[in-house]
T-cell receptor
Framework: AQSVTQPDIHITVSEGASLELRCNYSYGATPYLFWYVQSPGQGLQLLLKYFSGDTLVQGIKGFEAEFKRSQSSFNLRKPSVHWSDAAEYFCAVGPNNAGNMLTFGGGTRLMVKP | GAGVSQSPRYKVAKRGQDVALRCDPISGHVSLFWYQQALGQGPEFLTYFQNEAQLDKSGLPSDRFFAERPEGSVSTLKIQRTQQEDSAVYLC?????????????FGAGSRLTVL
């Protein structure tokens, strides 16, 4: 069975500082990997995804993530955080075949200090 | 439509009442998913449709939960005899199917509170 672990429940960073959110997954083969962001009262918005190819993927809002097979990780990064980035971030894994469901991590709540 | 639409956005039910939550996916999207998100948790899979066929319902927590998508577009999640532990946000997502099947677009969710 697939699973996702986000070790940090809460993270606080200062505006303008760099950010890294950790994600570790368990899956028998190379999975599809995703990061979603959820603002209060909103649905989940896709930030970026990894299907295959280049292990460093770029997403929206200046986010990037790197797939490291040897570490079973897919950490999310941003070089300079903006106050509007405060939200809940979810990593998700999906099997590498079409039409099946995603498994989500427990989420990391990001707070941004002015 | 332009996005995934869910209604009602908020629902308060007394314990024992039946509720119905509606999802209107993006027009033409073949796949439709329901997820349950408890407070402070990540979403958890409930059920999956491809067109009108319910291909996976392994995540439904009990036989009080029932989902349908009779014409392959709008879906309804029904919860019978609601219990307090059913309180959560219910998220619907859709995808186009095929190679992009795993790129889900989510609705804003329906927040259910059972008193």
């Amino acid at each position: 069975a697939q699973s996702v672990t986000q070790p940090d429940i809460h993270i606080t960073v200062s505006e303008g500082a760099s950010l890294e959110l950790r994600c570790n997954y368990s899956y028998g083969a190379t999975p599809y990997l995703f990061w979603y962001v959820q603002s209060p009262g909103q649905g989940l918005q896709l930030l970026l995804k990894y299907f295959s190819g280049d292990t460093l993927v770029q997403g929206i809002k200046g986010f990037e993530a790197e797939f490291k097979r040897s570490q079973s990780s897919f950490n999310l990064r941003k070089p300079s955080v903006h106050w509007s980035d405060a939200a809940e971030y979810f990593c998700a894994v999906g099997p590498n075949n079409a039409g099946n469901m995603l498994t989500f991590g427990g989420g990391t709540r990001l707070m941004v200090k002015p | 439509g332009a996005g995934v639409s869910q209604s009602p956005r908020y629902k308060v039910a007394k314990r024992g009442q039946d509720v119905a939550l509606r999802c209107d996916p993006i027009s033409g999207h073949v796949s439709l998913f329901w997820y349950q998100q408890a407070l402070g948790q990540g979403p958890e899979f409930l059920t999956y449709f491809q067109n009108e066929a319910q291909l996976d319902k392994s995540g439904l927590p009990s036989d009080r939960f029932f989902a349908e998508r009779p014409e392959g577009s709008v879906s309804t999640l029904k919860i019978q005899r609601t219990q307090q532990e059913d309180s959560a946000v219910y998220l619907c997502a859709s995808s186009s199917g095929g190679a992009g099947a795993n790129v889900l677009t989510f609705g804003a969710g329906s927040r259910l509170t059972v008193l």
